[in-house]
């Protein structure tokens, strides 16, 4: 299966060439790096893998628009070039790198999106957190899956990996939000379309090296965001393309 993993880069100097080796040690994936304007050396280290590595591509952004923009601009470039499945992880090593096969063999079997989670079956698989963050975030989850009426244990999860048909399925440049607030709306998207999606358990581990992308903003966006969509499906407002 034709894979694409899309990599949003913010300043991740001390990252991204671990990263780069882990997902190209695997032999199977393309890498989309979408860097929104580093200045720490990131972008000058992407551009040397880029020159190394025929599978290795760069979008680079003046200026920080934003991680759902982000992988938005990663998706469209890969459905322009006929990838199969596109998936998405952190450029921090927050996700294993070794998880990334099965998420691929699980949309390969036919799920249309595949999402680590980190709190499937009721339990808590995150190392690194502290108790407000790890309240901030369960809660977040329980939170947005009560009110869109879905059964996702982890909608925040950015770690994910989406078959062809789901994304072709979304209008995505209508895809507006940032941070968790864009995966609970991405997620909302396939599950309304009612397509298949099947949760993974995998291991989040925090960051440690380099600084957090985490804001306040981020928050703030996340709160409204399950009613937003709420009402845009009882009105029929949906970004989804109805033929696919």
């Known amino acids: 299966m034709k894979t ?34 580093s200045m720490d050396g990131t972008r000058e ?15 680079e952004r003046e200026g920080k628009l934003g991680l759902g923009t982000a992988y938005v601009a990663g998706f469209l470039w890969g459905l322009k070039h006929g990838y199969d499945c596109l998936m998405e992880m952190d450029s921090d090593f927050s996700h294993n790198p070794d998880d990334m096969p099965n998420f ?26 502290d108790f407000k963050r790890l309240l901030l975030s369960r809660f977040g989850n329980v939170y947005a899956s009560t009110i869109l009426g ?3 244990s982890d909608m925040t ?11 072709e399925g979304i209008v995505l440049e209508s895809v507006g939000s940032e941070g968790y607030a864009f995966q609970i709306e991405m997620a909302y998207y396939v599950w309304s379309a009612g397509l298949r999606i099947v949760e993974l358990p995998i291991i989040f581990t925090e960051r440690t090296r380099g600084s957090s ?32």
């Open 4 to 37: 694409l993993v899309v990599l949003p880069t913010f300043n991740e100097g001390e990252n991204i060439a671990g990263i780069l080796d882990r997902v190209l040690a695997h032999g199977l994936f393309d890498v989309m790096v979408v860097d929104d304007n």
């Open 45 to 59: 280290t992407v551009r040397g893998y880029v020159a190394r590595h025929e599978n290795v591509h760069v979008i």
């Open 104 to 129: 691929v063999e699980t949309v390969a079997a036919g799920a249309d999106l595949a999402i680590g989670s980190r709190y499937l079956g009721g339990t808590i698989s995150v190392v690194g957190w």
């Open 150 to 152: 879905t059964t996702l």
């Open 157 to 167: 999860s950015g770690f994910r990996a989406y078959s062809r048909r789901a994304l």
């Open 213 to 244: 992308k985490m804001s306040k903003s981020i928050v703030h966006e996340a709160i409204p965001l399950p009613w937003k969509l709420r009402m845009r499906s009882i009105f029929g407002s949906l970004p989804l393309n109805k033929g696919n």
